[in-house]
């Protein structure tokens, strides 16, 4: 199905601010000097998009946009329709969302709540409800979330209004107006992840936690999968796996992987949400055990052992009841381990 501009546009700007490739065909650049678009438009290749704060609307080349793309509290809209508020992720708990707003992670003090925040959804089951809105956006999603880094492909480019060309709007310069799109390539191609967030904070540290907490990509799953859920249903509901096991998993057990289907609480009953497509199947509470298990361990015959226990049953008869489990939702295109998408 073919994107409409409006989508188009929208999804061009996720891209932008996420670091996740494959929202459009190319990738998008954003330009601060609108003197630098004619430079911009040399670099885009077919299906990108080039972003121009305060750009000449007749020219037909580029999306406009005004505001502020990087002053917390205020506002960039693009292509005359698309608003959005920058706040900063410290002050996520205290506003109220009330159109799209970019969450930015760009301070120590933005950093260590994220992790803070992220280690208590996952030993308590709390969450911030701000970030669990459909209107929030996290932004460098990419560099959360381990996506795979592909140089050739630039998800994204960002131009200084000094000329200076950037790996995102607060990454590292691998150019300067006038280079061609082979030279950034080139320069590119040494980036490490951790790259995206250079010009605004020393990045390191912050791969060494990432790569520590590697349960965090699941977390952001966890934060998508509320928005499934609707809010008059959110404070009777709890995600199993976060400050809840149906078995009696621990940390020390890790988490699923974060394209794994998610199982709902809400008082005895059990749901499973397939995150991919939205689909809801209601579970009874040992197959809910089961799944819980399967997932994190992704490796049946282990879950079967620990999950038996649960379940009041011998480990064989766990074993069998897991593989009915995981053949059955698989017959309707789930991967219960979350390995195959």
Known sequence: MKLSQQQSIAAAVDQW????????PGHVIFVENPEHADYAKTLAG??????????????????TASGSFDAAGEELLVDGTLSLEIQDYVAIPFVNLVGVTVVRITTKEDWQAFFDDAEEAVRSGHFVQQLTEVNAVLAERGLLSGAAKDTLLLTRLHITWDGSVRSGPYGTKIGKVGDSLPDIRVRAVSLRP?????????????????????????YLA???????????????????????????????????SADA???????????????????????????AAIIEAVSTMRDIKVAARVVAPALK???DVAESAARAVVTHFEQLGIDIMGAGR
């Open 261 to 287: 289907p998610f199982i709902l609480k809400r008082a005895a009953e059990y749901t499973l949400l397939d995150p991919k497509t939205g689909r809801l199947f209601k579970i009874g509470t040992d197959a």
């Open 194 to 218: 951790e790259s995206a967030v250079a010009a605004v904070y020393y990045p390191w540290d912050i791969q060494d936690s990432l790569e520590a907490k590697t349960w965090i990509p699941r």
């Open 222 to 256: 966890a934060l998508d999968a509320w928005k499934f859920i609707p809010r008059e249903d959110r404070p009777t509901t709890s995600l199993v796996g976060f400050g809840t096991s149906l078995y009696g998993a621990t940390l020390n057990d890790g988490l699923p």
């Open 46 to 63: 077919e299906g990108s998009t080039v972003l121009v704060l305060n750009g000449d609307k007749a020219d037909g080349g580029i999306v």
């Open 313 to 315: 049953v011998s480990a």
């Open 17 to 24: 601010i996420t670091g996740v490739p494959g929202r459009i």
